[in-house]
């Protein structure tokens, strides 16, 4: 081979492999992050169901069965703290890890979700009523979207 014939294949290569090679390091890229939110949200969604285990085990509270648990006693009361501090954690995590301001199609439509699990347990009077507590330390601007949340639902159910 000349010299001019790998020079023309050296420009071959720049003008069409490189731009071919980002492309394909690129969509790599975006298929990791995607496996990545997918796994996050998978890890999320196994703990909200272990929640769910968690609360079955406790029917006395009747926490599918009412917007608001009448005469409770003490230790009862108590259980149904701790449970919705458990709940409170997980949608804490659900919401620094999955929501952004700006999301693609498939983040949205896990986020949202999220905020119907939010915004049913929001329904709840005691849950609501438990918030300030339970929102002591947690993440600030999680707490905003949950207050607000929590807010609109108890007006309206048209929620944000």
Known sequence: MTLETW???SYIVTVIGLPV????????????????????????????QDFLKTALEYPDLQLFSAEETPELAPDQRERMRIIFGV????????????????????????????????????????????????????????RKYIEKLAGKDSHNQNGI
């Open 21 to 48: 090679a980002i492309f394909a390091y690129l969509y790599e890229k975006k298929k990791e992050r995607e496996t990545a939110e997918d796994e996050v949200h998978q890890l999320l969604s196994d703990n909200y």
């Open 87 to 142: 709940l409170v954690s997980i949608f804490e995590r659900a919401y620094v890890l999955m929501f952004e301001r700006r999301m693609s199609k498939d983040q949205s439509r896990r986020w949202i979700a999220w905020e119907d699990y939010m915004r049913e347990w929001c329904q709840r009077d005691d849950f609501r009523n438990l918030l300030p507590e339970l929102l002591v330390g947690e993440d600030p601007d999680f």
């Open 7 to 9: 020079e023309m294949l």
